[in-house]
C-alpha cells in the first residue's frame, strides 16, 4: 500500500487533552478509556506488537504506542479528534507512524464518486473542482480567470474518454476534525467491513484537493506480515 505522507491545512480547535499523571521524575501518558473499536483492531496484531512503550529522555515522558510492529512502525487507534499539540508531539516522537481512524463516528462522512487515477499524467493540466460533483477545470483557465475558469464535466470532449478507477475516490464531509488535515503521516478511515480509505491530498494551483483511496483491510494488515 502506498503510505505517502501527506500535510494539508487549516486552523484547529482541539478539543481533548489527554490526562497526565505524574511518575516520579517522568510522565505517563494515559489515553481515554478504550472502545471495543480499539481493542477488536489490536487483537488483529500480536501481543508483542501491542502497548510497547517508549522513553524520551528529552521530554521526561513515557509514550504508549497502541501497535508498534518489528518493521518500526507506530500504529494509533484514534476514536475520537484529539489536540493539534498531541497529534505534533506523538508525530514528532515516531520516526514511522500511521493513523487509523474510527470514521462510523464521524457526522456527514459520505464516500461519493469513483475518480479518474489522479497522477494520470492526461490530468496534469487540470485541477479538480471542490464540489460534490466530479469535475475539472483547465489550469491556464484558471491562472487566468481565477474562480471564473470553465468547469469541465466528465462528459466533455477533453475528458469523457478517461477510465474511471476502482480505487480512487471522492468524498464529502460536512463537519470535518481539521486536526486530521495537519498530520503529516498516513492517515486511515476504517467504515467498517472489509476496505479502508486512505485520506489523501493532490497537489493544485486552485487549492490542494482531497480524496481517498480504498484499500483493503488484509492488504493493510500484509503490509505489517499479517493476515497473509
Same mark, same amino acid.
Given at each position: 500500500? /502506498?503510505?505517502?505522507?501527506d500535510v494539508s491545512y487549516g486552523e484547529v480547535k482541539a478539543p481533548n487533552e /489527554?490526562?497526565?499523571?505524574?511518575?516520579?521524575?517522568?510522565?505517563?501518558?494515559?489515553?481515554?478509556?478504550?472502545? !471495543?473499536?480499539?481493542?477488536?483492531?489490536?487483537?488483529?496484531?500480536?501481543?508483542?506488537?501491542?502497548?510497547?512503550?517508549?522513553?524520551?529522555?528529552?521530554?521526561?515522558?513515557?509514550?504508549?504506542?497502541?501497535?508498534?510492529?518489528?518493521?518500526?512502525?507506530?500504529?494509533?487507534?484514534?476514536?475520537?479528534?484529539?489536540?493539534?499539540?498531541?497529534?505534533?508531539?506523538?508525530?514528532?516522537?515516531?520516526s514511522k507512524l500511521v493513523w487509523v481512524l474510527n470514521g462510523k463516528k464521524f457526522?456527514?462522512?459520505?464516500?461519493?464518486?469513483?475518480?479518474?487515477?489522479?497522477?494520470?499524467?492526461?490530468?496534469?493540466?487540470? /485541477?479538480? *473542482?471542490?464540489?460534490?460533483?466530479?469535475?475539472?477545470?483547465?489550469?491556464?483557465?484558471?491562472?487566468?480567470?481565477?474562480?471564473?475558469?470553465?468547469?469541465?464535466?466528465?462528459?466533455?470532449?477533453?475528458?469523457?474518454?478517461?477510465?474511471?478507477?476502482?480505487?480512487?475516490?471522492?468524498? *464529502?464531509?460536512?463537519?470535518?476534525?481539521?486536526?486530521?488535515?495537519?498530520?503529516?503521516? !498516513?492517515?486511515?478511515?476504517?467504515?467498517?467491513?472489509?476496505?479502508?480509505?486512505?485520506?489523501?491530498?493532490?497537489?493544485?494551483?486552485?487549492? /490542494?484537493?482531497?480524496?481517498?483511496?480504498?484499500?483493503?483491510?488484509?492488504?493493510?494488515?500484509?503490509?505489517?506480515?499479517?493476515?497473509?
Open positions: 500500500m /502506498d503510505f505517502k505522507p /489527554d490526562f497526565i499523571a505524574a511518575a516520579g521524575k517522568q510522565v505517563m501518558r494515559f489515553y481515554p478509556g478504550e472502545t !471495543p473499536w480499539h481493542r477488536n483492531w489490536k487483537k488483529a496484531f500480536p501481543a508483542p506488537y501491542r502497548e510497547v512503550s517508549f522513553t524520551d529522555p528529552a521530554a521526561g515522558e513515557l509514550h504508549r504506542a497502541d501497535v508498534h510492529t518489528p518493521c518500526g512502525t507506530t500504529i494509533e487507534f484514534q476514536n475520537s479528534p484529539i489536540a493539534i499539540a498531541e497529534l505534533r508531539s506523538r508525530e514528532a516522537f515516531y457526522k456527514g462522512f459520505r464516500v461519493l464518486k469513483n475518480l479518474p487515477d489522479v497522477d494520470d499524467p492526461k490530468l496534469a493540466e487540470y /485541477d479538480f *473542482c471542490h464540489t460534490d460533483h466530479l469535475s475539472m477545470i483547465r489550469k491556464n483557465d484558471f491562472r487566468i480567470k481565477g474562480n471564473g475558469a470553465k468547469v469541465l464535466n466528465f462528459h466533455h470532449p477533453e475528458l469523457k474518454r478517461l477510465a474511471l478507477s476502482s480505487c480512487y475516490y471522492s468524498f *464529502c464531509w460536512k463537519h470535518p476534525h481539521r486536526v486530521w488535515y495537519e498530520a503529516r503521516f !498516513p492517515i486511515i478511515v476504517d467504515l467498517g467491513g472489509h476496505f479502508l480509505y486512505q485520506l489523501k491530498h493532490r497537489r493544485q494551483i486552485s487549492g /490542494d484537493y482531497s480524496y481517498l483511496h480504498m484499500i483493503s483491510r488484509k492488504s493493510f494488515l500484509e503490509q505489517f506480515g499479517l493476515g497473509k
